[in-house]
């Protein structure tokens, strides 16, 4: 590279504060733009199905994309045992960060963790999706991901969503360790 072309970089990295440390602020922005665009690949990949395909089942498509997805992210997890487990092992810092989550219960028998922010909605909807869409997306299109991450475990735990961020001011993640009969 010219010495004008490496200035020119140099120029660039010092207008973005490339060296500049990376505040808890700037990983959130960052985290939350990667998954709005993660959520607008799905929205778009679903919209141009219907558009291009409309004899084939979009919501199966994606439903069975997310659900795979979600058995491949389970790999990740380690051992799951209880409800604690099942709760922490698929909990990250960035999640906690981007999805602003709290845990209200963590114990063996039951977890549960409120989000009070979810980017692939927040994109959803900067796109131009329907409430209609929005909640679809949300709890029948994208959730499979959710419940495909555990299932390798439901002989010993169960996840269910009582409200989300789709219809609600939150969305409450609970795991429930089951109990042998």
Known sequence: MRAEEERNVQE????????????????????????????????????????LQPEVDADEIIMEAMHTYGLHKSKLLGKVETAMDGMLNQTSKNGMIVFEQEFKALSEDYAEKHIHNCPLINAFRAAGATQEEVTKLCTKLLMPGDFGMLEPFDDKVELEFPKTLSDDDVCIMCVKKKTEL
């Open 12 to 51: 660039f990295k010092e207008k973005i504060g490339y060296d500049e440390p990376v505040t808890r602020e700037d990983l959130k922005k960052a985290l939350e733009g990667a998954m709005q665009d993660r959520g607008l690949y799905v929205y778009f990949i679903w919209k141009a199905i219907q558009k």
